[in-house]
């Protein structure tokens, strides 16, 4: 396991825990510690170890409060854009991981904070936790894929809404909105988000996989081509081990023993 500046990593039973670790920033964004996420995910791609992850951020208050406007405020034009690429491209690597990751939030989920929890497959929060993109407070707008996932989210008008006032969602309303999976008790959190990832790594790998792709590619095609390649998919977890093992199982009346072949 790689040692980072800004990030904490623990391999446990399958399940690695990337922690944000600024907390003396709230966890803030900047571009040494979007490259350690970049390396991190690029581990967890590579490790047969790994068949979860979960991201948080160290302390109570904060996930991730954000981009750090202390160096986002001295970046030149050309700059600003290689930082919001770099941001783009990571969060990209989150989404198209092949493993299920869960964000685990905390507390503030701000501007990169929000669109980092968005990346994941799975958001779980914390009562406390809050999201937002208070970019236009800055005199900038969204810059790591928050126009484009917020309003695939939670409906077209309310991300307008949200990302032109700047105003915070209350955990409780990022579940009513889609935004949030679940809500726990602060205290709860991380044991929460431990059992969702222990209950996935029960089921089969490949179809995992296969089932993040469908809805992951589908999602931007009209229906008959997002049918159409379901039916790829689905064609591609009949040719795996892990299909043969799981109806074995079932038939069998047992507990599969998925290998993810």
Same mark, same amino acid.
Not at 80 to 100: A, C, H, W, Y
Not at 162 to 190: C, H, R
Not at 219 to 244: H, K, N, P, W
Not at 250 to 256: L, M, N
């Given at each position: 396991?790689?040692?980072?500046?800004?990030?904490?990593?623990?391999?446990?039973?399958?399940?690695?825990?990337? &922690?944000?670790?600024?907390?003396?920033?709230?966890?803030?964004?900047?571009?040494?510690?979007?490259?350690?996420?970049? &390396?991190?995910?690029? $581990?967890?791609?590579?490790?047969?170890?790994?068949?979860?992850?979960?991201?948080?951020?160290?302390?109570?208050?904060?996930?991730?409060? +954000?981009?750090?406007?202390?160096?986002?405020?001295?970046?030149?034009?050309?700059?600003?854009?290689?930082?919001?690429?770099?941001?783009?491209?990571?969060?990209?690597?989150? $989404?198209?991981?092949?493993?299920?990751?869960?964000?685990?939030?905390?507390?503030?989920?701000?501007?990169? +904070?929000? $669109?980092?929890?968005?990346?994941?497959?799975?958001?779980?929060?914390?009562?406390?936790?809050?999201?937002?993109?208070?970019?236009?407070?800055?005199?900038?707008?969204?810059?790591? +894929?928050? &126009?484009?996932?917020?309003?695939?989210?939670?409906?077209?008008?309310?991300?307008?809404?949200?990302?032109?006032?700047?105003?915070?969602?209350?955990?409780?309303?990022?579940?009513?909105?889609? /935004?949030?999976?679940?809500?726990?008790?602060?205290?709860?959190?991380?044991?929460?988000?431990?059992?969702?990832?222990?209950? /996935?790594?029960?089921?089969?790998?490949?179809?995992?996989?296969?089932?993040?792709?469908?809805?992951?590619?589908?999602?931007?095609?009209?229906?008959?081509?997002?049918?159409?390649?379901?039916?790829?998919?689905?064609? &591609?977890?009949?040719?795996?081990?892990?299909?043969? $093992?799981?109806?074995?199982?079932?038939?069998?009346?047992?507990?599969?023993?998925?290998?993810?072949?």
């Amino acid at each position: 396991m790689v040692e980072l500046k800004n990030l904490l990593m623990e391999l446990e039973e399958g399940i690695l825990t990337i &922690t944000i670790n600024r907390p003396k920033v709230l966890n803030a964004l900047n571009t040494e510690t979007l490259n350690e996420i970049r &390396t991190a995910i690029k $581990e967890a791609r590579e490790s047969d170890a790994v068949k979860v992850v979960i991201i948080t951020g160290a302390g109570e208050k904060s996930f991730v409060a +954000g981009a750090d406007i202390a160096q986002m405020r001295d970046l030149e034009v050309l700059e600003g854009r290689t930082m919001t690429m770099l941001g783009q491209d990571v969060f990209s690597e989150i $989404e198209n991981l092949d493993k299920p990751v869960i964000a685990a939030v905390n507390g503030y989920a701000l501007g990169g +904070g929000c $669109e980092m929890a968005m990346a994941c497959d799975i958001r779980i929060a914390s009562k406390n936790a809050k999201f937002g993109q208070p970019e236009v407070n800055l005199g900038i707008i969204p810059g790591f +894929g928050g &126009t484009q996932r917020l309003p695939r989210l939670i409906g077209k008008g309310r991300a307008k809404y949200y990302i032109f006032t700047s105003e915070m969602i209350t955990a409780q309303e990022a579940y009513n909105f889609g /935004l949030a999976d679940k809500v726990v008790d602060p205290e709860e959190l991380m044991v929460k988000v431990k059992e969702a990832a222990k209950a /996935l790594m029960a089921k089969a790998p490949v179809a995992i996989m296969m089932a993040k792709r469908a809805i992951n590619n589908g999602i931007d095609m009209d229906l008959d081509s997002g049918i159409a390649y379901e039916a790829e998919a689905y064609t &591609t977890t009949f040719a795996s081990q892990d299909r043969v $093992e799981g109806m074995n199982a079932f038939v069998e009346k047992r507990k599969a023993n998925f290998q993810g072949k």
